[in-house]
């Protein structure tokens, strides 16, 4: 698979790190994880907004560029990679893309244009505690004239605390779907405590009101593997990080009056966490690519999440094993990529589930 980019791709990546280069220093995320508040940097969020990277994949008739997955892939591995206090994945890799794909011209009109001028964040809920009910869901949608009405409890909301709008995968009578609630009204958020700092939270709904994005087992599988699709690209510009943290401490740091990556057991490691890395970019790139072109994705989405999982914890680990005490300390850039690599393994399930995925796909062939 050829895995060129466009120059329209490039120049957003290039965009992309220009600004969260700028504006992701080490200092100024400090300040924001020890002010007590959720990990959002509001300022940068509008500034992506006005440069017109929150539009990315967003019809040109609400305000963006009418681009696709590989575009989002692009802001979403240099967010990745700087550790960006900013909702980028939630709020396109979630919900902007299945709201552009299914959504009425209705709900677009109503959200598509304050998502692409930074106005608003979205996110959506998959996880629940027991996964009872149809289909695994227990979160139920009733018909309410035009609209729904959902009540049930979702877990793990990924920036639920700082969400304007939250896409549910619930059940009705007529099967699953994703509805769309606006955080107020039967909407209740509680916050939950994450090593990370990151804004999540647990869902309560109790006779919410929700407009239906789109119905169907299909529909709900298009808009996961693109959630799962889109979060592995995230993982691996954190996982880049990591890399690049750990090659640049290992050749100063010095024992013996030469450098550590001179040892065999450090290059050894070093080299396994660099092919480690590849393997996470190359099978990211593979699910993304068939994304963007609508390509049958289950099985490569899935592959591309066991290694995001199994793979980056092993990078993960190697980092902070070879940076010695240093990579305990959480003041030290490479804490704020250990802490989000570990929550990104769970989110949206973790290696096993996808490993069944995978075979369940290749008994079914």
């Keep these: 698979m050829d895995f060129s980019l466009s120059e329209e791709q490039q120049a957003t990546g290039d965009l992309a790190r220009q600004i969260l280069a700028d504006r992701c220093t080490h200092e100024h995320l400090r300040e924001i994880e020890r002010s007590g508040e959720p990990r959002f940097d509001r300022d940068l969020w509008s500034a992506l907004g006005e440069a017109g990277l929150l539009g990315i994949a967003i019809p040109e008739q609400y305000g963006g560029a009418g681009l696709g997955v590989l575009e989002v892939a692009q802001v979403l591995q240099v967010a990745g990679r700087h550790a960006a206090p900013v909702p980028l994945w939630e709020t396109l890799g979630l919900a902007a893309l299945p709201l552009v794909r299914f959504g009425s011209d209705e709900v677009a009109a109503a959200w598509l244009p304050r998502v692409a001028d930074g106005s608003a964040v979205l996110t959506a809920a998959w996880q629940e505690d027991d996964g009872g009910g149809a289909h695994g869901v227990a979160t139920t949608a009733t018909a309410d004239g035009g609209r729904f009405r959902l009540d049930g409890a979702k877990v793990c909301v990924p920036a639920a605390q700082i969400a304007d709008g939250i896409l549910i995968e619930a059940v009705s009578p007529d099967g699953p779907g994703l509805f769309l609630v606006e955080v107020g009204e039967g909407v209740e958020v509680e916050a939950a405590i994450t090593t990370a700092g990151s804004p999540t939270g647990h869902l309560r709904l109790t006779d919410a009101p929700a407009a239906l994005v789109c119905a169907g087992v299909e529909a709900v599988a298009w808009a996961f593997e693109r959630a799962v699709g889109t979060q592995c690209v995230l993982a691996l510009g954190h996982a880049e990080a990591m890399l690049d943290l750990l090659a640049t401490y290992t ?115």
């Design 251 to 365: 050749k100063e740091r010095k024992q013996f009056d030469v450098p550590i990556a001179s040892f065999q057991a450090v290059g050894h490691r070093a080299a396994d966490s660099y092919i480690d890395t590849e393997a996470i970019r190359l099978t990211t790139l593979q699910a993304v690519s068939r994304l963007h072109e609508d390509l049958p994705s289950t099985v490569e989405v899935s592959v591309a999440k066991f290694w995001v999982a199994w793979a980056g914890q092993r990078i993960t680990l190697a980092a902070a094993h070879l940076h010695g005490g240093v990579g305990a300390d959480r003041d030290y850039p490479l804490a704020r990529h250990f802490t989000a690599m570990k929550e990104l393994e769970l989110d949206l399930g973790g290696a096993t589930q996808h490993l069944l995925r995978v075979g369940a796909e290749l008994a079914a062939s």
